[in-house]
């Protein structure tokens, strides 16, 4: 036997086995593991991760015979095993989702992996979503898929959950009314639950009556669901515990017969209701229920609806609160036109008691007095009324009360002048009362001046006005084809109490005036847009 020699000083103990080196299992004698042993170990390692897997775990071969199945898969679909075996992996699935089936097929052949969501059927007849990761692997000489399944049902709700919240809560501010908030959450919380009767019930502490203002039911008349007080109903008992309760007929009886609730309208065959909590207390119940299925709700949509309740609660609360602005505004539109209303009939009654007064005066220039301050009553009235007419009582659409203005200034001087013509190029514009009243004035002035003193008697002419807005300036413009302005006569200093007013009127806006003097005359003014 040929020996080995050692280096100095190293142990000659026996070197051990290669395998053990290298960590395989040992092939020597004396009871030590065999390859054999290693491969039935590894077997049924693999075999126990694969029956105690959390998920669903199939083999298939590429034409989708069944080849295994574990104990989840079973479970999950409700066969035995045998009869699961006996089927190919389409019966698995609705019609409606065998193209997409297929299409995996396709995938995994090609690729040799696919991973992709699916709705499942179950041998009951439910279907439920999942979610599947494939691969292909070769086994005894055959192509196999081995594919997990996991359920995705309560992921899928969970969205489904959170899609309706957020549409209750997009609802919330777009809708105009509280009526159409009610309608959109009966719509979204039928995608959850059934939804066929429903109601919502909200409390009022002071009348102590429950009104309903939104209702959908089978059998029950509009005015049952009038304001009412409910007491000992399931409705006021949610509401009086804060609890929300699922009522089948055995509760139903258990609280009639302690004395908690009487039956009040339609008995139904299951009642469901929540409470809607907010932070002052508890503003009403939200109730579903059925007449003819006792098993149509379970705990779990009583636990769905006990927690879309308080999101309704909100929805509704902040509806109401903005509705409840929405009537104080309306109220104050209201105080806000009587108000114009009632200073434009002043204002008419002060010119009607100037035009009485005016016919005892036998001077002429007295008379053309009283006659002006007329018309600068009207100018300001006419203000009023177009606000009193108009949709928004902050401001004023200027183009319309020009026309008007305009109009009643043509019927009074139009005898002196008959082809007189008034030119309007007007934007529409929108002041605030503060800038309309000095600038119907203005208009007042010029126009009436013009209508005065531009043209002769016998003769017609024409006079253009021109109202627009750029970058926020206001440009007013009154133009004449008339004799034009004397040329040696400053206008901002001229005797006439009109111009003098339309001076202090444009300061009085802070704004500009110039005078142009080509083929008549023009008056120019530019103001800033107050904001």
């Known amino acids: ?149 996991r359920d995705i049902t309560s992921q899928r709700k969970a969205e489904q959950i959170q899609s309706v919240l957020f549409n209750i809560t997009q609802a919330t501010s777009a809708a105009e009314s509280l009526e159409e908030l009610l309608q959109v959450i009966h719509h979204q919380l039928g995608t959850l639950i059934d939804t066929t009767n429903f109601y919502v019930a909200l409390y009022d502490r002071e009348s102590d009556l429950y009104s309903f203002p939104f209702v959908k039911d089978e059998f029950e008349e509009n005015d049952t669901f009038s304001p009412q007080e409910l007491k000992k109903s399931l409705t006021d008992c949610v509401r009086r515990t804060g609890k929300a309760l699922r009522v089948d007929y055995d509760v139903h009886k258990k609280l009639t017969d302690e004395g908690e609730v009487d039956l009040v309208g339609t008995d139904s065959k299951l009642w469901m209701g929540a409470p809607l909590k907010t932070p002052e207390g508890i503003m009403g119940v939200v109730v579903v229920q059925s007449y003819s299925d006792d098993i149509l709700y379970s705990e779990g949509d009583l636990e769905l609806l006990s927690y879309i309740s308080e999101h309704i609660a909100m929805a509704i609360n902040r509806k109401r609160a903005e509705e409840k602005i929405k009537a104080s505004l309306k109220e104050k539109d209201v105080l806000l036109k009587e108000i114009h209303h009632r200073v434009k009939n002043n204002m008419q009654i002060i010119s009607s008691l100037i035009r009485l007064q005016s016919r005892d005066i036998e001077d002429e220039m007295v008379q053309r007095i009283f006659e002006i301050s007329q018309n600068r009553i009207r100018s300001i009235a006419l203000i009023h009324e177009t606000l009193y007419q108009s949709e928004d009582l902050s401001q004023i659409d200027f183009s319309q009360y020009m026309h008007k203005l305009t109009t009643h200034l043509l019927s009074i001087y139009r005898p002196q002048a008959t082809a007189l013509n008034i030119n309007l190029d007007v934007q529409e514009v929108l002041l605030d009362i503060n800038q309309a009243i000095p600038c119907g004035l203005i208009i007042n002035e010029l126009v009436s001046n013009a209508m005065k003193h531009a043209f002769p008697l016998d003769k017609g002419g024409e006079i253009y006005l021109r109202c627009a807005e750029s970058e926020g300036v206001f440009t007013l413009i009154v133009k004449d084809n008339g004799k034009g302005f004397p040329g040696d006569m400053d206008f901002r200093k001229a005797d006439s109490l009109g111009l003098q007013i339309v001076s202090d009127l444009v300061q009085q806006l802070e704004g500009d005036i110039r005078l142009e003097q080509e083929e008549g005359t023009a008056f120019v003014i530019t103001f800033r847009h107050s904001s």
Not at 113 to 126: A, E
């Open 1 to 149: 036997m040929t020996g080995k020699t050692y280096p100095k000083g190293q142990s000659q103990k026996k070197r051990a086995p290669l395998e053990k080196e290298i960590g395989l299992p040992q092939t020597s004698f004396g009871g030590k593991k065999t390859i054999q042993a290693a491969l039935k170990e590894s077997e049924e390692k693999y075999h126990n991760l694969f029956e105690q897997s959390n998920d669903a775990i199939f083999v298939h071969d590429l034409d989708g015979h069944i080849r295994d199945v574990n104990q989840k898969g079973l479970d999950l679909f409700g066969y035995t095993k045998p009869q699961i075996l006996s089927l190919k992996i389409s019966r698995l699935h609705p019609d409606y989702a065998l193209s997409k089936s297929q299409l995996a097929f396709e995938t995994i052949s090609q690729t040799g992996s696919v991973n992709f969501d699916i709705d499942f059927l179950r041998k009951d007849g439910t279907i439920f979503p999942a979610s599947v990761s494939s691969s292909l692997f070769e086994a005894g000489g055959r192509k196999l898929v081995q594919g997990l399944v």
